[in-house]
């Protein structure tokens, strides 16, 4: 199921033309590969289960990264859909690793279980990227948030 996802990543890559990561970017960007690299050290230890505290955790580390992001493209004025680059992808993949491991801890009705479902919806129809929605929103259930979110699509 994780290779699934990461083809779906390269998709999802491929379709933007990625620029350079910027100077106020550039802590961020180092702060989500550590996430990533914990989250990819987590998905590879089969000797124990996942522990929900430290997946929430985790995650409340990359809401925190998101939301300093937003403040860092809006000064850059690079608040638009159509600006992607390395930090997009980092952020991704990291979403999509989120997703899963929410599917496998069984919270499939909180927010960032349903970001891998919503990717693969904007992938193959090719419609507007809902990552920032969802990483704006402080709740942690995905009940009404869902149901707009897809109302929108």
């Known amino acids: ?3 699934t996802i990461a083809a779906t990543s390269a998709q999802h890559c491929a379709l933007a033309t990625e620029r350079s ?3 106020g970017e550039q802590p961020i960007l180092g702060m989500l590969i550590s996430i990533r ?3 990819a050290a987590l998905k590879k230890d089969r000797g124990n289960y996942y522990r929900p505290n430290d997946i929430v955790g985790l995650y ?5 990264q998101v939301k300093v992001l937003n403040r860092v493209r809006a000064k850059e004025q690079h608040d638009n859909d ?24 069984g919270k499939n009705k909180e927010i960032p279980a349903t970001y891998v479902q919503l990717v693969t ?10 990552l920032i929605h969802v990483a704006n929103d ?12 897809v109302a929108k699509l």
């Open 21 to 23: 990561v910027t100077d």
């Open 82 to 105: 159509t600006y992607k680059n390395r930090v997009d992808s980092v952020l991704d993949e990291c979403f999509q690793l989120f997703s899963l491991f929410y599917l496998a801890l």
């Open 60 to 64: 409340n580390e990359l809401l925190d």
């Open 37 to 39: 690299n914990r989250l």
């Open 138 to 149: 402080d709740s942690r259930t995905t009940d009404t948030h869902t149901r707009s979110a």
């Open 121 to 130: 919806i904007k992938v193959r129809k090719k419609l507007p990227f809902l």
């Open 1 to 3: 199921m994780f290779s």
